[in-house]
């Protein structure tokens, strides 16, 4: 299985605020990683595929980067909507793996 | 835009089976490949499985001696089957559609999840 790791486990930032996530594959996977956001009760939602192509409708502050096994999440200026948790995933083997979050919180 | 909906029972006694059913509205489930996804409680998300409207399955090897993944497409659902549950077991479980983006594989439709807690 390739694992993927995620950093932080959480943060605290304000609105406006530029936050990066990162996540790290234990082996190559190309561009084979997509970002989600999960907010508690509701269905988890597609912000990224390919490591770097922003789904339709996500607002363009949401900025995916980084190939093999390096990759980045970025918002580039916080809004209160964003407050949530983020995984990533690699879809470049079966099992499909997961990081194992990222918690942004209101500072 | 597709909708999913998790349904099955939110208490579990340990070494029963566990059977989830996930209903697929505005949308079809032919065409699709379809996956089971459940995080447990302060744990990262894992990918139980996935299941062709054809029926073909594929399964984590970490559970794939428990796991069945059945689809109904007269009925526009799929069902998950889980044996010999122990508390591990215990965690929020989704179902999700799985599509490709210019050959990138991705979870791009989800239910809401339901919570199943194994406990006697």
């Known amino acids: 299985d390739i694992e993927m790791t995620q950093s932080p486990s959480s943060l605290s930032a304000s609105v406006g605020d530029r936050v990066t996530i990162t996540c790290r594959a234990r082996q190559n996977i190309g561009n084979y990683l997509n970002w989600y956001q999960l907010k508690s009760g509701t269905a988890p939602k597609l912000l990224i595929s390919g490591a770097s192509s922003l789904q339709s409708g996500v607002p363009w502050r949401f900025r995916g980067g980084g190939s093999g096994t390096d990759f980045t999440l970025t918002i580039s200026s916080l809004q209160l909507e964003d407050f949530a948790t983020y995984f990533c995933q690699q879809s470049n083997s079966v099992p499909w793996t997961f990081g194992q979050g990222t918690k942004v919180e209101i500072k | 835009q597709v909708q999913l909906q998790e349904s099955g029972p939110g208490l579990v006694k340990p070494w029963e089976t566990l059977s989830l059913t996930c209903t697929v509205s505005r949308g079809s489930v032919s065409g699709y490949y379809w996956s089971w996804i459940r995080q447990p409680p302060g744990k990262e998300l894992e990918w139980i499985g996935y299941?062709?409207?054809?029926?073909?399955?594929k399964y984590n090897p970490s559970l794939k001696s428990r796991v069945t993944i059945y689809v109904d497409t007269s009925k526009n659902q799929l069902s998950l089957k889980l044996t010999s549950l122990t508390a591990a077991d215990t965690a929020v479980y989704y179902c999700?559609?799985?599509?490709?983006?210019?050959?990138?594989?991705?979870?791009?439709?989800w239910g809401q999840g339901t919570l199943v807690t194994v406990s006697s």
């Open positions: 299941i062709y409207s054809s029926g073909t399955t």
């Open positions: 999700a559609r799985r599509e490709a983006f210019a050959g990138y594989l991705a979870f791009d439709s």
